[in-house]
Protein backbone atom coordinates (compact mmCIF):
# COMPACT_ATOMS: atom_id res chain seq x y z
CA UNK A 1 0.00 0.00 0.00
CA UNK A 2 3.13 2.49 0.82
CA UNK A 3 4.57 1.85 -2.21
CA UNK A 4 1.75 2.33 -4.20
CA UNK A 5 1.14 5.66 -2.55
CA UNK A 6 4.91 6.76 -3.21
CA UNK A 7 4.86 5.60 -6.95
CA UNK A 8 1.43 7.88 -7.49
CA UNK A 9 3.04 10.64 -5.67
CA UNK A 10 6.33 9.96 -8.21
CA UNK A 11 4.32 10.08 -11.33
CA UNK A 12 2.51 12.82 -10.24
CA UNK A 13 5.79 14.83 -9.50
CA UNK A 14 6.86 13.95 -12.71
CA UNK A 15 3.71 15.06 -14.24
CA UNK A 16 4.10 18.32 -13.04
CA UNK A 17 7.93 18.61 -13.76
CA UNK A 18 7.30 17.93 -17.27
CA UNK A 19 4.18 20.69 -17.53
CA UNK A 20 6.14 23.56 -15.87
CA UNK A 21 9.67 22.99 -17.53
CA UNK A 22 10.19 25.95 -19.33
CA UNK A 23 7.37 27.10 -18.64
CA UNK A 24 7.03 31.23 -18.43
CA UNK A 25 5.43 31.94 -15.06
CA UNK A 26 4.54 35.76 -13.72
CA UNK A 27 3.64 35.68 -10.04
CA UNK A 28 2.46 39.15 -8.60
CA UNK A 29 2.70 40.08 -4.86
CA UNK A 30 5.99 38.13 -4.84
CA UNK A 31 8.50 39.98 -2.28
CA UNK A 32 7.03 37.76 0.79
CA UNK A 33 4.48 35.27 1.91
CA UNK A 34 2.25 33.01 -0.61
CA UNK A 35 3.70 34.80 -2.99
CA UNK A 36 7.15 34.46 -2.40
CA UNK A 37 6.92 30.46 -1.54
CA UNK A 38 4.73 30.35 -4.43
CA UNK A 39 7.14 31.74 -6.98
CA UNK A 40 9.90 29.27 -5.39
CA UNK A 41 7.98 26.48 -5.93
CA UNK A 42 6.97 27.29 -9.75
CA UNK A 43 11.01 27.89 -10.25
CA UNK A 44 12.04 24.81 -8.31
CA UNK A 45 9.69 22.32 -11.45
CA UNK A 46 11.50 24.04 -13.91
CA UNK A 47 9.59 27.24 -14.62
CA UNK A 48 11.08 30.76 -15.21
CA UNK A 49 9.36 32.88 -12.86
CA UNK A 50 8.92 36.24 -12.87
CA UNK A 51 8.51 37.96 -9.39
CA UNK A 52 6.22 41.35 -9.25
CA UNK A 53 5.82 43.38 -6.44
CA UNK A 54 6.27 46.87 -5.19
CA UNK A 55 9.08 46.47 -2.85
CA UNK A 56 12.28 46.17 -4.79
CA UNK A 57 14.53 45.14 -1.73
CA UNK A 58 12.70 42.13 -1.06
CA UNK A 59 12.09 41.42 -4.58
CA UNK A 60 15.76 41.08 -5.03
CA UNK A 61 16.29 38.81 -1.84
CA UNK A 62 13.29 36.62 -3.68
CA UNK A 63 15.18 36.44 -6.45
CA UNK A 64 18.60 35.81 -4.83
CA UNK A 65 17.19 32.95 -3.09
CA UNK A 66 15.69 31.10 -6.47
CA UNK A 67 18.75 32.07 -8.31
CA UNK A 68 21.00 30.54 -5.39
CA UNK A 69 19.42 27.61 -5.63
CA UNK A 70 20.35 27.66 -9.01
CA UNK A 71 16.54 28.33 -10.75
CA UNK A 72 15.66 30.82 -12.73
CA UNK A 73 14.06 34.15 -11.35
CA UNK A 74 13.67 37.46 -12.47
CA UNK A 75 12.65 40.76 -10.29
CA UNK A 76 10.49 43.13 -12.10
CA UNK A 77 9.07 45.58 -10.32
CA UNK A 78 5.57 46.45 -10.57
CA UNK A 79 2.60 48.49 -8.74
CA UNK A 80 -0.22 46.21 -10.42
CA UNK A 81 -2.60 49.17 -9.64
CA UNK A 82 -0.83 51.21 -11.86
CA UNK A 83 -1.88 50.40 -15.47
CA UNK A 84 1.18 51.87 -17.49
CA UNK A 85 3.65 49.21 -14.82
CA UNK A 86 1.46 46.32 -15.72
CA UNK A 87 1.52 46.89 -18.80
CA UNK A 88 5.48 47.36 -18.85
CA UNK A 89 5.87 44.20 -16.99
CA UNK A 90 4.09 42.21 -19.55
CA UNK A 91 6.09 43.55 -22.64
CA UNK A 92 9.61 42.59 -20.24
CA UNK A 93 8.12 39.54 -19.61
CA UNK A 94 7.69 39.28 -23.30
CA UNK A 95 10.73 40.52 -24.58
CA UNK A 96 12.69 38.05 -21.86
CA UNK A 97 10.42 34.53 -22.91
CA UNK A 98 8.45 35.86 -25.90
CA UNK A 99 5.04 34.34 -23.78
CA UNK A 100 3.16 33.72 -20.39
CA UNK A 101 2.22 30.68 -19.76
CA UNK A 102 0.51 31.55 -16.19
CA UNK A 103 -0.69 34.00 -14.23
CA UNK A 104 -0.53 34.36 -10.57
CA UNK A 105 -2.38 37.26 -9.35
CA UNK A 106 -1.59 36.86 -5.72
CA UNK A 107 -1.10 40.43 -4.48
CA UNK A 108 -3.20 42.14 -2.41
CA UNK A 109 -3.38 44.57 0.96
CA UNK A 110 -6.05 44.21 3.58
CA UNK A 111 -6.22 44.93 7.51
CA UNK A 112 -8.07 43.77 10.21
CA UNK A 113 -9.66 46.76 11.71
CA UNK A 114 -13.36 47.99 12.26
CA UNK A 115 -14.38 49.02 8.25
CA UNK A 116 -16.79 51.80 9.05
CA UNK A 117 -13.10 53.72 10.83
CA UNK A 118 -11.45 52.82 7.18
CA UNK A 119 -10.65 56.08 4.83
CA UNK A 120 -12.01 56.33 1.57
CA UNK A 121 -8.91 56.87 0.50
CA UNK A 122 -7.82 53.22 1.64
CA UNK A 123 -11.07 51.69 0.11
CA UNK A 124 -9.62 53.24 -2.91
CA UNK A 125 -6.60 51.39 -2.26
CA UNK A 126 -7.61 48.46 -1.60
CA UNK A 127 -10.08 48.06 -4.50
CA UNK A 128 -7.21 49.01 -7.05
CA UNK A 129 -4.65 46.50 -5.64
CA UNK A 130 -6.97 43.73 -5.22
CA UNK A 131 -9.56 44.12 -7.41
CA UNK A 132 -8.25 46.40 -10.50
CA UNK A 133 -4.78 44.86 -10.19
CA UNK A 134 -5.78 41.22 -10.84
CA UNK A 135 -7.92 42.41 -13.79
CA UNK A 136 -5.26 45.04 -15.12
CA UNK A 137 -2.60 41.72 -15.24
CA UNK A 138 -5.07 39.13 -16.41
CA UNK A 139 -6.65 41.87 -19.07
CA UNK A 140 -2.77 42.43 -19.95
CA UNK A 141 -1.83 38.41 -20.48
CA UNK A 142 -4.94 37.19 -21.66
CA UNK A 143 -4.54 37.83 -25.58
CA UNK A 144 -1.11 35.93 -25.90
CA UNK A 145 -3.01 32.88 -24.04
CA UNK A 146 -5.92 32.75 -26.36
CA UNK A 147 -3.70 33.27 -29.26
CA UNK A 148 -1.72 30.12 -27.87
CA UNK A 149 -4.77 28.44 -27.11
CA UNK A 150 -2.55 27.77 -23.95
CA UNK A 151 -2.18 29.21 -20.27
CA UNK A 152 -3.37 29.50 -16.65
CA UNK A 153 -4.62 32.01 -15.00
CA UNK A 154 -4.53 31.74 -10.71
CA UNK A 155 -6.41 34.52 -8.34
CA UNK A 156 -5.06 34.08 -4.66
CA UNK A 157 -8.25 35.34 -2.07
CA UNK A 158 -7.45 36.32 1.26
CA UNK A 159 -9.53 33.32 3.51
CA UNK A 160 -10.32 36.10 6.01
CA UNK A 161 -13.94 35.86 4.67
CA UNK A 162 -14.15 32.53 5.51
CA UNK A 163 -12.33 32.48 9.31
CA UNK A 164 -15.13 32.50 11.37
CA UNK A 165 -13.17 35.48 14.08
CA UNK A 166 -11.79 37.48 11.65
CA UNK A 167 -14.08 38.29 8.88
CA UNK A 168 -17.87 36.89 9.99
CA UNK A 169 -17.57 38.16 13.84
CA UNK A 170 -15.27 41.41 13.25
CA UNK A 171 -18.23 43.06 10.46
CA UNK A 172 -21.14 42.03 12.69
CA UNK A 173 -19.73 43.09 15.96
CA UNK A 174 -17.14 45.85 14.82
CA UNK A 175 -19.75 47.49 12.62
CA UNK A 176 -21.47 48.23 15.55
CA UNK A 177 -18.28 49.34 17.56
CA UNK A 178 -17.76 46.12 18.94
CA UNK A 179 -14.74 44.41 19.77
CA UNK A 180 -14.94 41.10 21.28
CA UNK A 181 -11.69 40.36 21.10
Do not use: W
Not at 11 to 17: D, I, P, T, V
Amino acid sequence: MLTRLVETKQRRRAKLLSALKNAVVIVTGASSGIGAATAREFARHGAHVILAARRVEELAIQVQTISGEGYNALAIPTDIADATQVTQLVEQTFEQSGHVDVLVNNAGIGRIRPFFKESEEYINQVIDVNLRGAMLMTHAVLPGMLERQRGAIISVASVAGHVQGIASTNARTRACGQDNH
